[in-house]
């Protein structure tokens, strides 16, 4: 490790040790795609220096230039004094192993979705979908993961918010899929009139209560796709009600409600629910069929 005009120069794996310690020192809240200090700073440091995520270990005995670690020192003091998450401050998050345009005008994408996509959705599906609608789509990550997953299909993705639309329309373009992707501004379901093989669906459903709660990081992202009134329970509960009617007669319904699923599981204790388990962590994610949607629609009130 040398000093250059004052400045300290030091190898890529000695500035991520460096910058580990600092972070978990900071009291800072990992929640944005990372669980821990090290790969935060792992994270943050090989997205602007643009290392591959694979890259030999070797590579990172490679001497930071002065004008990389200024580069680096001024993200990492916004991470560590204003707290805003990494994903935000170098305006791209990973989400099942694809790379998209981050910003605030959307959530930081890090559904537990993405493992489904990754496993093709199996066992649950029997059929690869065709059509494929993301509700409440944010930035499109998880639509726009679906239709490169499955190249065959046509995926809609649908939110309420013009800015969130935005953003996803420029990660279509990211990924090229401008012939079999599409943005939809609606309410919920009250423009849509196609029918799909596949919803999926991770909408607002965080109680006022717990908004009060969330750490500084949360505050940065958007409260519309965060906040969900009745508990929580409102913009979920809705869309179980009318998923039915957008769903062809095999189809079938995946929702994120995340820590709102036990008062789900309460309030409709007669559907049955599938939560589903996740190898990489994650929990609060439900499927149901088409069937039990319309068979068990009296209990979804």
Same mark, same amino acid.
């Given at each position: 490790?040398?000093?250059?005009?004052? +400045?300290?120069?030091?190898?890529?794996?000695?500035?991520?040790?460096?910058?580990?310690?600092?972070?978990?020192?900071?009291?800072?809240? /990992?929640?944005?795609?990372?669980?821990?200090?090290?790969?935060?700073?792992?994270?943050?440091?090989?997205?602007?220096?643009?290392?591959?995520?694979?890259?030999?270990?070797?590579?990172?005995?490679?001497?930071?230039?002065?004008?990389?670690?200024?580069? +680096?020192?001024?993200?990492?003091?916004?991470?560590?004094?204003?707290?805003?998450?990494?994903?935000?401050?170098?305006?791209?998050?990973?989400?099942?192993?694809?790379?998209?345009?981050?910003? $605030?005008?959307?959530?930081?994408?890090?559904?537990?979705?993405? $493992?489904?996509?990754?496993?093709?959705?199996?066992?649950?599906?029997?059929?690869?979908?065709?059509?494929?609608?993301?509700?409440?789509?944010?930035?499109?990550?998880?639509?726009?993961?679906?239709?490169?997953?499955? =190249?065959?299909?046509?995926?809609?993705?649908?939110?309420?918010?013009?800015?969130?639309?935005?953003?996803?329309?420029?990660?279509?373009?990211?990924?090229?899929?401008?012939?079999?992707? /599409?943005?939809?501004?609606?309410?919920?379901?009250?423009?849509?009139?196609?029918?799909?093989?596949?919803?999926?669906?991770?909408?607002?459903?965080?109680?006022?209560?717990?908004?009060?709660?969330?750490?500084?990081?949360?505050?940065? $992202?958007?409260?519309?796709?965060?906040?969900?009134?009745?508990?929580?329970?409102?913009?979920?509960?809705?869309?179980?009600?009318?998923?039915?009617?957008?769903?062809?007669?095999?189809?079938?319904?995946?929702?994120?409600?995340?820590?709102?699923? $036990?008062?789900?599981?309460?309030?409709?204790?007669?559907? =049955?629910?599938?939560?589903?388990?996740?190898?990489?962590?994650?929990?609060?994610?439900?499927?149901?069929?088409?069937?039990?949607?319309?068979?068990?629609?009296?209990?979804?009130?």
């Amino acid at each position: 490790m040398d000093e250059v005009n004052g +400045l300290l120069l030091m190898t890529v794996n000695d500035y991520i040790d460096n910058v580990s310690a600092r972070f978990a020192t900071a009291e800072l809240h /990992f929640g944005h795609g990372t669980g821990n200090a090290r790969d935060e700073a792992i994270y943050l440091i090989y997205s602007v220096l643009d290392i591959d995520f694979s890259i030999d270990s070797s590579a990172l005995q490679q001497e930071l230039s002065q004008a990389q670690f200024k580069s +680096l020192e001024e993200l990492v003091l916004k991470r560590v004094t204003q707290k805003i998450p990494v994903a935000y401050l170098i305006e791209e998050a990973w989400f099942a192993g694809r790379r998209f345009i981050c910003d $605030e005008r959307a959530l930081i994408p890090r559904s537990p979705i993405a $493992e489904l996509i990754q496993k093709r959705f199996e066992p649950l599906l029997k059929e690869q979908p065709r059509r494929i609608l993301d509700m409440c789509c944010g930035g499109g990550c998880i639509g726009i993961a679906c239709a490169l997953e499955f =190249p065959n299909s046509c995926v809609d993705l649908v939110d309420v918010s013009i800015d969130c639309l935005h953003l996803a329309e420029e990660n279509i373009s990211l990924h090229g899929l401008e012939d079999r992707v /599409f943005t939809i501004h609606s309410n919920l379901f009250e423009k849509l009139s196609t029918t799909y093989d596949l919803i999926l669906s991770n909408p607002p459903y965080v109680s006022k209560q717990d908004i009060e709660f969330l750490p500084t990081e949360y505050r940065y $992202e958007p409260i519309g796709g965060l906040l969900s009134e009745a508990e929580g329970l409102d913009i979920p509960l809705r869309i179980l009600r009318d998923a039915a009617a957008h769903l062809n007669k095999t189809g079938s319904l995946i929702m994120e409600v995340g820590v709102t699923s $036990e008062k789900l599981s309460k309030q409709l204790k007669e559907v =049955p629910l599938l939560w589903l388990a996740f190898d990489s962590g994650g929990e609060g994610i439900f499927a149901l069929r088409a069937d039990e949607l319309r068979a068990y629609s009296n209990g979804l009130n």
